[in-house]
């Protein structure tokens, strides 16, 4: 009798075992899914609603800036700009390119072989559309830009290949 019980005490322990076990590991492969696929909203110098920055862009100039888009080639009158200033961003003002490093792409949109300062733009991998391309942003408001390519010139060898609605320019005086 003594034996039996010791032998059901032990079954259920070992029982137990197994279900805390699994729990466990069920958690665990939840704690694990939920870090790698938890990306925290990156915070921005300049952060507004969406419903603010309807209110201060074009709906073209919105469907570039904030919802990732990409204007038609040879539409922007800045492509083919040769004036002498700076390229700021068309959503908070600030500083992205000078006109001494455009040059002419014929891609169709305004190109770059460099951005005017380290801290001017920021470049995300973009795995949109089946490929794999490296989206360029404003560092300050997080306004979509476009993407840069290593088919530039020298002395880069980057293509920074921009949407002119995202854009302004600032002749110099
Ligand atoms: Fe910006």
Redesign the pocket.
């Known amino acids: 009798m003594l034996a039996t019980g010791k032998f059901l005490a032990k079954a259920n322990f070992q029982q137990t075992l197994i279900v805390l076990t699994s729990k466990c590991t069920t958690i665990l492969v939840i704690s694990i899914t939920y870090n790698i696929n938890f990306k925290p909203k990156r915070m921005r110098e ?1 952060e507004k609603t969406e419903e603010e920055w309807q209110k201060e862009l074009t709906g073209m100039q919105c469907f570039v800036l904030r919802e990732k888009g990409t204007e038609r080639p040879y539409s922007s009158p800045l492509n083919d700009n040769k004036e002498e200033g700076i390229y700021v ?1 068309a ?4 500083p992205l390119f000078s006109s001494e490093t455009k040059y002419d792409s014929g891609s169709g949109w305004p190109s770059f072989y460099t951005p005017i300062g380290e801290q001017s733009v920021e470049e995300i991998v973009d795995k949109a559309h089946g490929m794999i391309r490296t989206e360029v942003v ?1 560092r ?4 979509h830009l476009g993407h840069v390519f290593n088919d530039g010139p020298k002395p880069t060898g980057l293509r920074y290949c921009m949407n002119g609605l995202a854009l302004k320019f600032n002749k110099t005086a």
Do not use: L, N, S, V
């Open positions: 300049i961003c959503a908070c003002d600030t404003c300050k408001c997080g306004g």
